[in-house]
């Protein structure tokens, strides 16, 4: 019998989605034993140290915690931030590599759990609070952005929906970075339905239907954008990116407080070597 692609597809994502939700709810669980046993012992609420530690092959170790500079690229699919991510990752200092794809699932996950009053008075209840919520939330993005890749000084996640919660992500990530990527609503939608690039909740079929979506996902970032404010948050316009790279990457690194390097503006040399450029399939 003949399995068609969509349904390994669907069926590959309800797994995926499984795993996802046991790794969170062992996060959760883990957090909860460590606050009740605060609360038996009466032990006295410490700041987090959680972080974790990696490796390289030259072996150098590097630290990971709650506070360091992660960066958050993203905006509406087809809008630039393959390109913006792989000249981030052409720098010898900065890691960002191919999309998680989970960690979008996840924030919005968390998102709805905060949106129903009835689903956050039960997980109160359970002890469950948001306090617990957001240190596995937390753990869990630290921990697949750090290990889905090569150790470096600067790591940074590329999931484009991921700045449609920006503002919790910097509430999570103190010291966190985000570039938005903004292209002509016209060019992005073009550049879906022609090359079919499949987008949950975009009809590709229809011009209107996707530059309606595009709109109300570009608002939404947009916004949360402007909430995190200019010192944390940089919009970046795709156009200007193309047509002026060497400036719009010296702008871009004096954001990020990172020192200047050639190889970002030639990150196609990069492309598919050992160490280099790896692009999402």
Request: glycine letters at 6%; proline letters at 4%; charged letters at 25%.
């Amino acid at each position: 019998m003949r399995i068609s692609t969509r349904r390994v597809a669907m069926a590959a994502g309800c797994v995926a989605s499984m795993l996802l939700m046991a790794h969170v709810c062992q996060q959760v669980l883990e957090c909860q034993r460590e606050e009740a046993y605060r609360k038996d012992s009466g032990a006295v609420m410490q700041p987090e140290q959680d972080g974790l530690s990696m490796v390289d092959w030259q072996r150098v170790e590097y630290h990971y915690n709650k506070d360091m500079p992660l960066i958050f690229v993203g905006g509406v699919p087809r809008s630039g931030t393959t390109l913006m991510r792989a000249m981030l990752d052409a720098h010898p200092e900065i890691r960002c590599g191919e999309e998680t794809r989970i960690i979008p699932r996840l924030l919005a996950m968390r998102q709805a759990w905060s949106k129903s009053e009835r689903e956050k008075m039960r997980l109160d209840e359970a002890g469950v609070t948001d306090q617990v919520l957001d240190s596995a939330v937390r753990a869990f993005i630290l921990e697949v952005i750090a290990r889905h890749g090569e150790p470096a000084q600067y790591l940074c996640n590329k999931d484009p929906f991921t700045l449609k919660s920006s503002l919790y992500l910097s509430h999570l990530f103190p010291n966190s970075r985000f570039l938005l990527l903004l292209r002509d609503g016209r060019a992005s939608v073009h550049s879906m339905i022609s090359r079919k690039v499949t987008i949950a909740g975009f009809d590709l079929s229809s011009y209107r239907d996707c530059l309606v979506k595009w709109n109300k996902a570009v608002e939404a970032m947009y916004s949360q954008c402007l909430q995190v404010g200019p010192s944390r948050c940089k919009p970046v316009h795709y156009e200007q990116l193309v047509l002026h790279p060497r400036r719009s990457m010296q702008e871009i690194m004096r954001f990020l407080d990172i020192r200047w390097d050639e190889a970002v503006l030639h990150h196609e040399d990069a492309i598919g070597k050992p160490g280099g450029v790896s692009l999402s399939k």
